[in-house]
């Protein structure tokens, strides 16, 4: 074979390849999923309140409901039952469910935050989505922002599709914007999803909380 035909036979192999991955990439990209999350703005943060966060997103073991009393237990699992009836037309198998809910009672409980604002929120950031991502690179049920992992996490922007680190970050970070917000919950939903003033965010999160709203709330 000369050396005009193989290179000839080399650029076409090369062509070829090249070919394949760009239609891998754009399978990729087709089937992982897109959510319609606001472009959340960096915000700077102080040392102190850095470091609040940064020690309130540290892991402190597995998702268990801190159910002290057999009472706390049944309105947990009456809960538990009928927000999976609701969740099951997001999440087909039920041990998905579960381990969903179990981690989101966790999380927001632990944050200080309604179940239903959480569920209600979830619900029109990535439509319970596990691994949703935006066109603005928000990640996750809770559509986090990866700048959030750089600012108070490891840097490990791929943790933002692990169930529990997810919830514990949006968590966290819809606690502080209420807190910014002094309780004004309008305007710390506008902040999380990066639509500050705007009606049409807050007006979507709070519509789809009332399906989820339950005694134990």
Not at 121 to 142: C, H, P, Q, T
Not at 152 to 170: C, K, P, V, W
């Amino acid at each position: 074979m000369n050396l005009h035909r193989r290179k000839s036979l080399r650029q076409v192999l090369q062509a070829s390849i090249a070919a394949q991955t760009l239609q891998w990439v754009g399978w990729m990209t087709l089937l992982m999923p897109l959510a319609k999350a606001g472009n959340q703005a960096e915000e700077v943060l102080s040392d102190s309140v850095r470091t609040a966060l940064s020690q309130a997103v540290q892991q402190s073991g597995p998702p268990d409901p801190v159910l002290p009393t057999a009472q706390a237990m049944q309105q947990f699992n009456a809960w538990r039952s009928a927000t999976s009836r609701i969740l099951s037309k997001w999440m087909d198998h039920p041990d998905d469910r579960q381990e969903f809910l179990n981690t989101l009672w966790y999380e927001a409980r632990r944050a200080g935050l309604s179940l239903s604002l959480v569920l209600g929120l979830i619900e029109v950031e990535s439509a319970f989505r596990k691994y949703a991502i935006s066109s603005a690179g928000a990640r996750g049920f809770m559509q986090v922002m990866s700048f959030w992992v750089r600012s108070i996490g490891d840097g490990n922007e791929s943790a933002l599709f692990h169930t529990q680190t997810q919830l514990r970050f949006g968590c966290v970070i819809l606690r502080h914007m209420l807190e910014r917000e002094n309780g004004n919950l309008f305007f710390a939903l506008g902040r999380y999803n990066g639509s500050r003033g705007q009606a049409a965010y807050p007006q979507a999160v709070l519509a789809a909380q009332k399906k989820w709203l339950q005694p134990v709330d």
